[in-house]
């Protein structure tokens, strides 16, 4: 079975049925979890993804259920991962998308995002662009 780490974006269209990318998100994890890729998450993104629903707890929770529902696995960022994320954030990305991508490195995951510096970060840290994203 392989890997994917969703980027905040990603998770965050999964989400909003308003936001640009939903449809093209739901699609694309649809195609990974029809494929059997396990989806990881960072806490790091995790967090990032919840600061809107956060603002209402009823939110908060759809949005935690939402998650828990597709079998996203959340992972603690390690002191190398940080570490990793820090030397990415070089790549003009922020340290979140470096988590994300430090997290796929570590994991040996491909990368799901919408993020355009990001899409260009995963390859100069030759990172693999998720099949569902290209």
């Known amino acids: 079975m392989s890997a994917c780490v969703l980027d905040t ?10 936001d640009a990318h939903h449809r093209a998100a739901a699609r694309a994890i649809r195609k990974l979890l029809d494929n059997n890729v396990l989806l990881l998450l960072s806490l790091i993104n995790y967090a990032e993804t919840l600061v809107r629903p956060a603002e209402n707890e009823e939110t908060l929770r759809t949005a935690v259920t939402a998650i828990d529902a597709l079998g996203i696995q959340l992972l ?51 990172i693999e662009l998720s099949s569902a994203f290209r």
Do not use: E, K
Request: aromatic share 4%.
């Open 9 to 18: 974006d990603v998770v965050i269209a999964a989400l909003d049925r308003a």
């Open 76 to 126: 603690a960022p390690t002191a190398a991962i940080a570490r990793d994320a820090a030397r990415l954030r070089g790549a003009n990305i922020s340290l979140a998308d470096g988590f994300a991508l430090a997290t796929a490195r570590a994991h040996t995951a491909s990368v799901a995002t919408f993020d355009r510096r990001v899409r260009r970060a995963t390859d100069a840290a030759r």
